[in-house]
């Protein structure tokens, strides 16, 4: 079969010494990019790229790639350890890791995230090697419309990461895309809410917002009570996983694997909305989503596989079209043009050792990662038995150069200093920030793709339910918003009785 | 916020007085590490020109000329950033056709243009390519103005958002035949290519750096090139120039800057280095691969580019105030 | 005494939401609206506005009319202040210092002011934390990652 002579190639490239060797500091380098938080795969690679002028094109693009799925790994370590979420896809990581990690189970909540993306990530690379270009095809499908009832499936979702109040979590949701809206209009570039602030004109940087509400709101809520409780548990139970915890976890991680796996395919939040939708569904079908928010191990290892799995198959349009699908996408295509090569639906058929080169060194690279990432464990969470008026002032150090090295920008350091006090009068009010993160990211796109629709259709608003995808995920959305409305109204109902 | 700002004035005096160091003389230039500044994230084509330049400038200065993205509000962030920086050389900057276009399309820009900055030289134009979906009717250029001609604004034009490359292109074809079509902006080429190969939208125009992947391919249909000559890397696309639509010509132009000041040595020196950089062969070799090439030697002085900003700020500005379209 | 406010902290909540909706209003008025066929760019805003104003509307008429079920671990009354201030002031002093003064001082700052929020704070751990950040920050973003940061800014002598 073609597959396998091709996959023969793409070994028989990636098991040289040298490119095993700058798949290792890829993955190595993105690991602990990822675990600083703040500091991405964006900076990280822009910095590297000069370097990559003098290594041969595969080896670059091996190294480069390691770095970014391997960033992608790291990034839950900062989430579940001290609730400090530096990108969009371990918001969801935080939620229920972190909580694990309050009652002591940091070591397990850890293990359950390197092992589901281990498995996450392999499955991905095995689908991307196989159902490349028929995938790309299928992302190609997707239009204004179809994007546009993606976006409000999820946002509906997106409800359900809450615990407490559905009221409180949609208004959570709004507000968020109201701050998402923040910066120039794509369509008319108009300023909205910019307030004359050039540094605005952007938006308000997600990783300032998500560090403010997420890590410095969690410190000073921390400190609050610092004389009433020991703030993290000194005794940290049993680092690997039990059979019961096996269990838990093997469908939250084969559906997350799944779920990311498509929509990592679709270029522009598609992979974004992996780890969110993998959560809401989890949470659903639980027989105990009580468990939900409180440490629950199936929130953890059905979000972090659908994110490493959506990292992976974020390389299919960028591999087979050309097309990036993120920031660094972009840079892989720049790293590509660097090296004298013109990224396009060529690649495939013209370079095919590059091709099938990075596809193997991407199973390469997913278990140097469990193997690196395994016995680190041990390390990390002896780091929660420092004491936490020790721990968090590094903390702050570590948000304030990482929030700063996002643009080189001393506002988006002011911006974190602002969310941390908003997050801080959030926990106060009872209201969970993770919806208004989602709002923040999907807000933007969701006005974007609505508008882009109706430009496309001339106005025509029958142009979501005309065509055949963007009508399902609607009709799943307005399914899922009777389910998540029905138990509040019920609630209310019997509350009223009672009374 | 006044009292902070007063204290950090104050403890800077105090730092002053302490700091042993003198500024350095202009003729020692370049005695530390140069910041080139790129207004543009990191991997645009932009990014990728200043790279291959500061390698090659890094050499022949014997310190490392670093490139800085300062990405935002269509490059004004960073040009705003680097007109403000002291005028020493060791804070440039490399922007491309943003800087002239960015005079008219910001109407509340906190510097200006033309005269906050001292220019070093020009570097390349980048040519750009009008390219259609695979099922669009027209064979070729002359088909595609009459086609657009019919259905105005029933034709649906993608661009890469408010100051890009491809809305400036996508403009002046627009004002060149005077007839406008419905525009769509994404943010960025990668969305608006993929809703172009997927047949969601009719044309675009971008830079061959973006485009020529997806020609060869066959994914797209190529109408022209935008450039007085043929290019080396798509010999069979035809230019506007050959009949179609003569007046029609744009190139994404990139220049070197420093800010206003920095001395008359200090410019020399880095026109020196740029020089050199252009008859770099590896430089020569990447740009080829970009489509592109140095500009010719003479252009590339300080004196041409000041007079070729200017008239580019003078050509855009009726075009940009027709369309009615601003940044602000 | 008959509690008018069932629950305090949804009436908060409540209030909060329908100020911060007729913020967005006010600041998204000059705004075009357009139509839905051609949206303009105060059309969405608008919207979002409108229905945070609802939301919040509901909250603040539940905390006049339910009681809480569950009082939570924080009370609301209380503020932790001097936690607020100086971990904000940490934050700030980071970002007024790093252009200026460099990695080096700005770091030192923002861990020591902030390690003055713990009432266990301790002079000795205090400065040293510090130290140790400087050089870990040193080590890892200038040395190891090779960030475009200097270590000592302009104000002091570096650039």
């Known amino acids: 079969m073609e597959i396998f002579d091709n996959l023969a190639l793409g070994f028989s490239v990636a098991f040289t010494f040298q490119n095993i060797l700058y798949c290792f500091l890829g993955v190595l380098l993105g690991t602990l990019i990822g675990v600083l938080p703040g500091l991405g795969p964006v900076p990280t690679i822009a910095m590297l790229l000069p370097i990559t002028f003098g290594l041969p094109p595969v080896a670059a693009l091996i190294m480069l790639s390691g770095i970014y799925y391997g960033a992608q790994y790291g990034g839950s370590t900062t989430a579940i350890l001290i609730n400090l979420p530096g990108e969009s896809s371990s ?143 000194q005794k940290v139970k049993g680092l690997l996983l039990s059979k019961d915890d096996f269990k838990r976890i093997i469908g939250p991680v084969l559906r997350g694997t799944f779920l990311g796996s498509f929509l990592g395919i679709l270029p522009g939040g598609g992979a974004i909305l992996s780890s969110f939708a993998s959560y809401s569904i989890e949470k659903k079908i639980s027989r105990h989503p009580e468990r939900f928010g409180k440490g629950a191990i199936e929130g953890v290892a059905g979000p972090e596989s659908a994110n490493n799995a959506g990292a992976q198959t974020s390389f299919i349009p960028m591999l087979t079209l050309g097309i990036p699908s993120n920031p660094v996408m972009a840079l892989m295509i720049g790293a590509l043009i660097i090296q004298g090569i013109v990224p396009g639906p060529n690649v495939v058929n013209e370079q095919p050792n590059l091709f099938w080169g990075i596809v193997a060194s991407m199973w390469i690279g997913n278990f140097l990662l469990v193997v690196l990432n395994l016995p680190l464990i041990g390390i990390w969470v002896r780091l929660l038995t420092v004491p936490y008026h020790i721990l968090f002032p590094l903390i702050v150090g570590f948000c304030c150069i990482g929030v700063y090295s996002v643009n080189n920008n001393e506002f988006d350091v002011f911006t974190m200093a602002l969310f941390g006090l908003i997050g801080y009068v959030l926990v106060k009010l009872q209201c969970e920030p993770a919806p208004l993160l989602l709002g923040f990211i999907i807000g933007p796109m969701l006005e974007e793709y609505l508008r882009r629709a109706m430009l496309i259709s001339r106005g025509d608003p029958l142009v979501f339910v005309s065509r055949p995808i963007s009508a399902t995920m609607l009709g799943l959305a307005a399914l899922a918003l009777l389910v998540v409305l029905l138990p509040s109204v019920r609630k209310k109902r019997e509350d009223a009785f009672k009374e | ?169 996508g403009m002046l074809f627009m004002s060149a035949i005077g007839t406008p079509m419905t525009t769509v902006p994404y943010q960025g080429t990668g969305p608006a290519m993929n809703d172009l190969v997927g047949g969601q939208i009719d044309l675009m125009c971008d830079q061959t750096t973006n485009t020529t992947g997806q020609i060869k391919a ?53 026109n020196a280095a740029l020089l050199t950089a252009l008859q770099d062969p590896k430089v020569i070799a990447r740009f080829a691969d970009l489509g592109t090439e140095p500009v010719a030697l003479e252009r590339a002085t300080p004196e041409v580019h000041e007079k070729f900003l200017a008239a580019e700020v003078a050509k855009w500005k009726p075009v940009i105030e027709q369309a009615g379209v601003f940044a602000d | 005494m008959v509690r008018f406010v069932k629950n305090p902290r949804n009436v908060a909540t409540g209030l909060m939401l329908i100020a911060v909706a007729a913020f967005f209003v006010w ?99 205090g400065l040293l934390s510090a130290c140790i950040m400087v050089a870990f920050s040193w080590a890892v973003f200038i040395k190891g990652l090779g960030l475009p940061l200097p270590m000592l800014g302009p104000w002091l002598g570096g650039y």
């Open chain 3, 27 to 125: 600041q998204g008025s000059d705004l075009p609206m357009g139509r839905a066929i051609r949206m303009g760019p105060g059309y969405f805003p608008m919207i979002l506005a409108g229905l945070l104003a609802l939301l919040g509307l509901i909250v603040l008429l539940t905390g006049l009319t339910r009681p809480s079920d569950d009082e939570g671990s924080i009370a609301l009354r209380h503020w932790p202040w001097r936690a607020l201030a100086l971990v904000t002031l940490a934050v700030v002093l980071f970002g007024f210092g790093i252009r200026p003064l460099g990695l080096g001082p700005s770091m030192w700052l923002a861990v020591f002011v902030s390690s003055l929020a713990s009432s266990r704070f301790n002079i000795l751990t």
């Open chain 1, 91 to 233: 918001v969801v990581t935080a939620i229920d890791g972190y909580q694990m990690a309050r009652q002591g189970r940091a070591g397990t909540a850890l293990a359950t995230a390197a092992l589901g993306s281990f498995f996450a990530g392999s499955v991905a690379t095995f689908l991307l090697a196989v159902f490349a270009p028929p995938l790309a095809d299928l992302a190609l499908k997707f239009g204004p419309p179809e994007y546009f009832a993606l976006m409000v499936l999820g946002l509906i979702a997106s409800v359900a990461l809450a615990s407490g109040s559905v009221i409180k979590a949609l208004a959570m949701v709004v507000l968020g895309i109201l701050l998402g809206l923040s910066g120039q209009d794509v369509y008319t570039g108009t300023p909205r809410f910019t307030f004359d602030v050039i540094e605005l004109a952007d938006g308000i940087e997600f990783v300032a917002l998500a560090m403010g509400v997420f890590g410095i709101g969690e410190i000073v809520r921390n400190l609050e009570d610092e004389h009433t409780r020991t703030v993290m548990v």
């Open chain 2, 1 to 169: 916020m006044r009292n902070l700002k007063s204290a950090a004035i104050a403890l800077a005096a105090l730092a002053l007085s302490v700091a042993p160091f003198a500024a350095a003389k202009a003729q020692d230039f370049p005695s530390r590490n140069v910041t080139m500044i790129v207004p543009f994230a990191a991997g645009g084509p932009t990014d990728t020109v200043a790279r291959l330049i500061a390698e090659s400038m890094s050499r022949s200065l014997g310190q490392q000329v670093v490139v800085e993205n300062v990405g935002g509000a269509g490059g004004t962030r960073g040009a705003g950033q680097v007109a403000k920086a002291a005028p020493d050389g060791y804070t440039i900057l490399l922007h491309h056709i943003g800087q002239a276009t960015s005079a008219t399309l910001y109407r509340k820009l906190p510097y200006n243009v033309l005269t906050d900055f001292e220019e070093v030289g020009l570097v390349t134009d980048v040519p750009m390519t009008m390219i259609g979906k695979s099922t669009l009717e027209p064979k070729d250029a002359a088909a595609l103005i009459a086609y657009v001609k019919e259905k105005k604004d029933g034709v649906i034009y993608g661009n890469a958002g408010v100051g890009s490359a491809s809305h400036l292109c």
């Open chain 2, 218 to 270: 066959g994914k797209v249909k190529a109408y022209g090139v935008t450039t007085p000559n043929r290019l080396k890397s798509l010999p069979d696309i035809p230019t506007f120039k050959e009949g179609a639509l003569p007046g029609f010509e744009i190139a994404v132009w990139h220049g070197l800057y420093a800010p206003k000041g920095t001395p008359k040595v200090t410019i020399d020196k880095l």
